[in-house]
């Protein structure tokens, strides 16, 4: 099926999706988003842990909570669903063994000439596993991540705060790394009524989408801080909308930092540097998601 002009094959990539699928409601539109972009050839989806604090089964949840979007979309049994690793990694040198670390490790050794992308939507658990099982991946996959505190300070921030073990590991490795950090996704503004009226329509997995942020929105309207209630942060969606354009003037080279106790970064050293966004395309990451929901919708109907 197209949902788009068709990609040339020197163009496509191959990727692999790793999700805290079920910790909110905006890993779903990444996602959905993902399996409905041409340029991708889809090698997996990962579930990943967040934290024992919402759930004691958080791996399993985003599992489950995976397959449930490939069923809407009809798309059950056509890419792997796997397990990663259901706890944050006990120290830098222990890796939390996962079938989605293997995958990863798998698909970077592979003899497929085209570029491998792997994308964390939540802790990066399951690279630093790989990175530990097999070191040789570092040269054979670029990793675009969710993740850490604004620059250059750092601080609390979701997703590496349920591993800064893992994120140790692969700033302290040679793996090509994108990072989005929290200043630059929380660029993902948008208005529930823009979902009503973009996604909701749009079918089984549209209403689905929309149904579950407005439900998410709901049951944590207690909270002081967030959400606030007409608004949501599709803060996954950078990492699909990086890989269809990257935005070359819009990030800067740094030098890895180190993680502290506290999610601060230390500046230790220079030679090792990662690719840190300072802007998103807000505006053409929802576009797209929209037009390709539309086309898949009338295309299924």
Same mark, same amino acid.
């Given at each position: #099926? $197209?949902?788009?002009?068709?990609?040339p094959?020197? $163009? %496509?990539?191959r @990727?692999?999706?790793n999700?805290?699928?079920k910790n909110e409601?905006?890993?779903?539109y990444a996602i959905v988003?993902?399996l !409905?972009t041409s340029?991708?050839i889809?090698k997996?989806?990962?579930?990943?842990h967040?934290?024992p604090?919402?759930?004691?089964?958080? #791996?399993l949840?985003?599992?489950k909570?995976?397959? +449930?979007?490939l069923?809407? /979309?009809? @798309?059950?049994?056509?890419y792997?669903v @796997?397990?990663?690793?259901?706890?944050?990694?006990?120290d830098?040198?222990?890796?939390?063994?996962s =079938?989605g670390? =293997?995958?990863?490790?798998? =698909?970077a #050794?592979?003899d497929d000439?085209?570029?491998?992308f792997?994308i964390f939507?939540?802790a990066i658990?399951?690279?630093a596993?790989a990175? !530990?099982?097999?070191p040789?991946?570092?040269?054979?996959?670029?990793?675009?991540w969710i993740?850490?505190?604004?620059?250059?300070n750092?601080?609390?921030?979701?997703n590496l705060?349920?591993?800064?073990?893992a994120?140790n590991?692969? !700033?302290g490795s040679?793996?090509?790394?994108?990072?989005i950090p929290r200043?630059v996704?929380? $660029? /993902?503004?948008?208005?529930?009524?823009?979902l %009503?009226?973009r996604?909701?329509p749009c079918?089984a997995?549209g209403?689905y989408?929309y149904q579950?942020?407005?439900e998410?929105?709901?049951q944590?309207?207690n909270?002081?801080?967030?959400p606030r209630? =007409?608004?949501?942060?599709?803060?996954?969606?950078?990492?699909v909308g990086l890989?269809?354009?990257?935005?070359p003037f819009?990030?800067? /080279?740094?030098?890895?930092?180190?993680?502290?106790?506290? +999610?601060?970064?230390?500046?230790h050293q /220079?030679?090792r540097?990662?690719?840190v966004?300072r802007?998103?395309?807000?505006r053409?990451?929802l576009e797209d998601?929209?037009? %390709?929901l539309? !086309?898949?919708h009338?295309?299924v109907n």
């Open positions: #099926m $197209k949902y788009a002009a068709e990609v094959e020197l $163009k %496509k990539i @990727l692999i999706v999700s805290d699928a409601a905006d890993d779903q988003h993902a !409905l340029q991708f889809v997996g989806l990962i579930g990943a967040f934290g604090e919402r759930s004691k089964t958080s #791996m949840d985003s599992v909570e995976i397959e +449930l979007l069923e809407l /979309m009809g @798309l059950t049994g056509e792997p @796997l397990c990663g690793a259901e706890h944050a990694m006990q830098e040198t222990t890796p939390a063994l =079938e670390a =293997e995958l990863i490790v798998r =698909e #050794m592979s000439p085209r570029p491998l792997v939507l939540g658990t399951d690279l596993a990175y !530990l099982l097999n040789t991946i570092a040269g054979r996959l670029t990793a675009v993740g850490g505190g604004a620059w250059p750092g601080g609390e921030e979701f705060g349920n591993d800064m073990h994120a590991v692969v !700033l040679q793996i090509p790394l994108w990072q200043n996704y929380a $660029k /993902m503004r948008v208005s529930i009524a823009e %009503k009226a996604v909701e079918g997995i209403r989408l579950q942020l407005v998410t929105n709901d944590w309207a909270n002081p801080g967030w209630g =007409e608004v949501w942060t599709l803060g996954d969606s950078p990492a890989l269809m354009h990257d935005q819009d990030y800067d /080279m740094k030098p890895a930092p180190r993680i502290a106790a506290d +999610l601060s970064y230390i500046h /220079m030679e540097r990662i690719r966004y802007d998103i395309d807000v053409f990451i998601m929209y037009a %390709k539309a !086309l898949f009338a295309e």
